[in-house]
């Protein structure tokens, strides 16, 4: 299992805590905004159409989500938001991405840059991190909606790279030139789930122990930020001391 996956598992195993604190719909009404920028029509923008099926199925309210179209395509008054995208450290030398939208840069840098000081790591310059990972697609299916080998049979047809055990998912990874063909096939198939663009590490970093829990503290705190979408870290750990902080959460 990735990195990518670890972390993504940790997050859906903690993701009632984000839905009570409303931060899921916040993440993914910013998206559909800054998405809908490029038009409002979800057959000619394939970004729109993502963000639209992720909110969907995060049960969110059609109204809010034509809501967040029209104050993107700029039919009704809202914020304006900037994409960013940061790049550092963290404890036992992993590194980490961190993407998200933001009105006021200033801020959201200042915060980010706070948060990796605080759990023992630095913000670091741009480039730095961002070359040990490569930006995939990544689509999640539900494990009780069809098998593995179904599954992998379907979607490499399609292009995909891999199929990997997201825990109560499937992760399915493809090339960007490739995730829009992957996801019609997906569609086609009346199967639903989570799909976006993620940086995946190209290689592992193995941690001690005694790191694995500053290290997670360290995507949490950055994943709470207003001003975040997204993280991502290289980190590989035994999969007996995640288990250990699930069961603790």
Avoid: C
Avoid at 24 to 48: C, M, Q, Y
Avoid at 111 to 123: A, D, P, Q, T
Avoid at 150 to 162: N, W, Y
């Amino acid at each position: 299992m990735s990195g990518h996956s670890k972390w993504s598992t940790i997050k859906r195993k903690k993701g009632a805590k984000d839905a009570e604190r409303g931060k899921l719909f916040t993440k993914l009404i910013k998206e559909i905004t800054v998405s809908a920028r490029s038009g409002g029509d979800e057959s000619g923008n394939p970004r729109l159409r993502t963000a639209i099926l992720n909110a969907r199925a995060a049960n969110m309210p059609n109204a809010t989500i034509e809501r967040a179209v029209r104050r993107g395509t700029g039919e009704e008054p809202g914020v304006i938001y900037e994409e960013v995208l940061y790049e550092g450290y963290g404890p036992g030398g992993v590194a980490v991405i961190v993407e998200g939208l933001t009105d006021n840069k200033n801020r959201t840098v200042s915060e980010v840059r706070h948060i990796f000081s605080k759990h023992n790591g630095n913000l670091a310059e741009n480039g730095s991190v961002a070359w040990m990972f490569a930006q995939k697609g990544v689509i999640e299916v539900d494990k009780n909606a069809i098998g593995e080998e179904e599954l992998m049979m379907l979607v490499l047809d399609a292009g995909a790279e891999d199929l990997q055990d997201g825990g109560e998912v499937h992760e399915i990874v493809a090339p960007l030139v490739g995730f829009e063909a992957v996801k019609q096939v997906i569609e086609e198939k009346g199967l639903s789930g989570q799909a976006a663009l993620a940086w995946l590490p190209q290689n592992m970093l193995a941690v001690e122990s005694r790191v694995v829990e500053p290290i997670i503290n360290l995507l949490e705190a950055l994943e709470d930020l207003d001003d975040v979408q997204k993280v991502y870290s290289n980190f590989d750990a035994p999969e007996a001391e995640l288990q250990k902080l699930l069961e603790s959460a």
